[in-house]
């Protein structure tokens, strides 16, 4: 994982989700990403999803199955989205 960006952890790369989209999301918002997608059968089970946002800190910001959620996720994670309370 990158010391100085965020890092997009494909733990089943072989599912199609869109990382171009998630990419062009971090661009929109000047948000270092990268994307690391090792083939290991383990991960998944490991980390319960198929996407994992880890912050430049290595501590987990989100994790779970769907690019368009992950895009969200790495607005908030950045700070330039702020979540509304659910009520």
Known sequence: ????????LVTRPATGHD????????????????IAAPQDAALAPLYGADLVL?????????????AAQACDALAVAAGSKVLEPVA
């Open 1 to 8: 994982f990158a010391p100085t960006a965020f890092t997009l």
């Open 19 to 34: 990382l171009a989209a998630i990419q062009a999301a971090a661009a929109a918002l000047d948000v270092p990403l990268q």
């Open 54 to 66: 880890v912050r430049p800190d290595h501590y987990v910001a989100w994790r779970g199955n769907d």
